[in-house]
């Protein structure tokens, strides 16, 4: 079993070409293999992520593929290589000024704007048969982000992340961290 720090993996982006189309997935590079999030925990819920990891992953003989268990400041998570992604790795150099100063980011603001006028999309939504209340999608956001910011999708999941973080926003199913999927989150402003 691996549990790796962000410090000894790098994120990056996946790439998938098929049929004159190319699929772009927010991954992360780990000894030259690209690795995809399966499952995402608070740190508070470690132990039941590495039972989940143990019963899910390592004991289970259908489950061929090398899997990672990532320990970060306020989360774990569980990662999964997908061989059908070719990795873009993005050097630290050569990202975008902006991109350099994420953390500079007023994510209040940031909010404020994503619900404005001009923001996501937020209108009711199912998902498993369930209705959810005033709602946006994760990879409409990653849109929103990258088209006002002039920045990559990696690093609008990244800030997604952070306003994720800082509950600003909240899965609506509470299970995942902020993907570029077509995943429920809404503002928490909005919850009650």
């Not at 000894?8 to 992360?28: A, P």
């Not at 320990?71 to 992604?85: M, T």
């Not at 209340?133 to 990653?142: D, I, M, P, R, S």
């Not at 990559?152 to 306003?163: C, E, P, T, W």
Request: proline share 1%; hydrophobic share 35%.
């Amino acid at each position: 079993m691996f549990i790796l720090t962000k410090d000894q993996i790098q994120y990056c982006v996946g790439i998938k070409q098929s049929n004159n189309d190319q699929n772009q997935v927010s991954g992360l590079l780990f000894n030259k293999s690209f690795f995809v999030k399966e499952k995402h925990y608070d740190v508070s819920e470690f132990d039941e992520a590495i039972k989940d990891y143990r019963e899910n992953f390592l004991d289970n003989k259908e489950i061929k593929l090398p899997t990672l268990v990532i320990k970060e400041e306020d989360s774990v998570s569980i990662w999964k290589q997908d061989i059908s992604y070719q990795a873009k790795a993005i050097a630290k150099s050569s990202l975008p000024k902006k991109a350099k100063s994420l953390g500079n980011i007023n994510l209040q603001r940031l909010a404020q704007q994503l619900q404005g006028k001009n923001g996501v999309e937020v209108k009711n939504r199912r998902h498993k048969l369930k209705l959810y209340q005033k709602c946006f999608l994760g990879n409409e956001a990653v849109d929103w982000l990258c088209m006002h910011l002039k920045i990559s999708r990696v690093n609008a999941v990244l800030i997604g992340q952070k306003l994720l973080k800082a509950k600003i926003i909240a899965s609506v199913t509470k299970d995942h961290d902020f993907e570029d999927q077509g995943l429920l989150y809404r503002f928490t402003a909005q919850e009650n």
